[in-house]
């Protein structure tokens, strides 16, 4: 199935350091949605944005809905090696029978 | 956030048999639910959707006589996988959604099937 690109598709960095990934589309989506997996389990949503323009925070996590509706992004600030993990991004369209496309993931790897 | 839940965790079968899993939302009502598989460092791949007291939708590709799905009430959903092959092996994954499946979707923490 279709899917949104994503990137970048993995990132290793030094614990304390700021993360930014983010998710382009060629369609509009009336929602974006970011989500974490860990090793051998489902994936936990992190943030969900329903406006345009929105930028909501979660903790460390900072998450915006582009404005074109088209793409998005996760920022991560002073990182953890807990933060250690697969990052998705998902679309939501409302044309689509509610289906959400997903990101290709971006794995992310924190060095203590 | 909500809470979605499914079981088994982790099965072993031999080729041939069937498996069921279930994926149940435990605190609010889900009128949608997905079925995803997902394949050892890819995205997820949505397999069907179904809606509380009707047929699922499967998506292009996807065998609705292997996969077979039952949402009978508004809180579980099963998938059966049928005759099972090792090629069936995967990580299955559901999702719950609330109002028609306009709601932010939750995902169970999946079911790793090992077909031997």
């Known amino acids: 199935g279709q899917q949104l690109n994503q990137s970048p598709q993995s990132m290793f960095i030094q614990e304390g350091e700021d993360v930014s990934m983010n998710c382009t589309s060629s369609?509009?989506?009336?929602?974006w949605l970011w989500y974490k997996q860990d090793p051998g389990e489902g994936p936990v949503l992190l943030i969900a944005?329903?406006?345009?323009?929105e930028l909501t925070s979660n903790g460390r996590l900072t998450a915006q809905f582009g404005i074109t509706r088209k793409d998005s992004f996760l920022n991560i600030s002073a990182s953890i090696p807990s933060d250690v993990g697969i990052y998705f991004c998902?679309?939501?369209?409302?044309?689509?029978?509610?289906?959400?496309?997903f990101g290709g993931g971006t794995r992310l790897m924190v060095k203590p | 956030g909500a809470v979605v839940s499914q079981h088994p965790s982790r099965v072993i079968c031999k080729s041939g048999t069937s498996v069921k899993i279930e994926c149940r939302s435990l605190d609010f009502q889900a009128t949608t639910m997905f079925w995803y598989r997902q394949f050892p460092k890819q995205s997820l791949m949505l397999m069907a959707t179904s809606n509380e007291g009707s047929k699922a939708t499967y998506e292009q590709g996807v065998e609705k006589d292997k996969f077979l799905i039952n949402h009978a009430s508004l809180t579980l959903s099963t998938l059966t996988v049928t005759s099972a092959h090792p090629e069936d092996s995967s990580f299955y994954i559901c999702?719950?959604?609330?109002?028609?499946?306009?709601?932010?979707?939750?995902f169970g923490p999946g079911t790793r099937l090992l077909v031997l």
């Open positions: 369609s509009i989506f009336n929602t």
């Open positions: 998902a679309g939501l369209s409302n044309n689509a029978g509610n289906m959400l496309t």
């Open positions: 999702s719950a959604s609330g109002r028609g499946g306009e709601e932010t979707q939750y």
């Open positions: 944005l329903y406006k345009a323009g």
